[in-house]
């Protein structure tokens, strides 16, 4: 049973940062990609960033790139979202996910396992 628990999220004045986690346990997921998304108040969930598990390769919607951070650590197969430059428009829960494979889909349907999220504020 694969299991993702998220931490750090919090409220943060604008042009802050944090730093968000998801340990994983469950399954090895060295054939698997992981993802953060996210869902605002009355918005779809959307990608953020995602990393190929095996060799780190990464991905990020155009609104993340730049500030955002996504990375593995093999040995505590935990993910991890560094964000920085915060925006209200940020404001989310923030979710991680492991993908069917490890094509760093950004389409929410290629994930079969989510934590339950993280909450975000980011104030102005």
């Known amino acids: 049973q694969v299991q993702l628990v998220e931490s750090g999220g919090g409220l943060v004045q604008a042009g802050g940062s944090l730093r968000l986690s998801c340990a994983a346990s469950?399954?090895?997921?060295?054939?698997?990609?992981m993802a953060w998304f996210r869902q605002g108040p009355g918005k779809e969930r959307e990608f953020v960033a995602a990393?190929?598990?095996?060799?780190?390769?990464?991905t990020y919607a155009d609104s993340a790139k730049g500030r955002f951070t996504i990375s593995r650590d093999n040995a505590k197969n935990t993910l991890s979202l560094q964000m920085n430059g915060l925006k209200p428009e940020d404001t989310a829960v923030y979710y991680c996910?492991?993908?069917?494979?490890?094509?760093?889909?950004?389409?929410?349907?290629?994930?079969?396992?989510w934590g339950q999220g993280t909450q975000v504020t980011v104030s102005s």
């Open positions: 996910a492991v993908e069917r494979i490890a094509t760093m889909n950004p389409w929410p349907d290629g994930y079969d396992y």
């Open positions: 990393i190929r598990w095996s060799d780190g390769s990464t």
């Open positions: 469950g399954r090895t997921f060295s054939s698997r990609g």
